[in-house]
């Protein structure tokens, strides 16, 4: 999840928490953007659950031509992490040469600066360090 320093003021910590959606009907765990229905069986009946933040880097890219958004960050790693909680999570690997990056290095997630928005906001969201 991204926001922008401004949502950040307004909404305040809680909003910037790293959250997958539990179903009430299997008890998988989902992705936090899928609020509509479970993976597993389809329930409709999800509910936030908090992560706390390890796990471990299942498949990757390094990204060297990126979308405009992103100019000027390249080459930075793109990873799928498979949370301590069973959930699989993409997300940028930080702080870390990508030749150093391997599948099954263990991570962590940390809060930081994502994008630089066109009317100058600055986005926030979760990326992971290598532990």
């Known amino acids: 999840m991204t926001v922008s320093a401004i949502e950040y003021t307004r909404l305040g910590p809680p909003k910037l928490r790293l959250y ?6 299997c008890g998988k765990l989902s992705p936090w953007w899928e609020k509509n229905h479970c993976y597993e069986c389809g329930g ?12 471990e880097i299942t ?6 031509y ?13 990873g799928h992490i498979q949370m301590d909680e069973d959930v699989l999570l993409p997300a940028p690997v930080v702080d870390v040469a990508p030749d150093d990056v391997e599948v099954g ?3 962590t997630s940390t809060l930081r600066r994502m994008k630089l ?14 532990e």
């Open 20 to 25: 997958a959606m539990r179903c009430s009907s």
């Open 66 to 78: 990126p979308p405009r958004d992103f100019l000027g960050q390249e080459p930075y790693v793109v």
């Open 117 to 130: 928005g066109h009317e100058g906001d600055i986005y926030y969201g979760h990326k992971f360090v290598v």
């Open 44 to 55: 409709g009946d999800l509910t936030h659950e908090e992560l706390a933040g390890g796990g």
């Open 105 to 107: 290095t263990r991570v």
């Open 59 to 64: 498949n990757y890219t390094v990204v060297y």
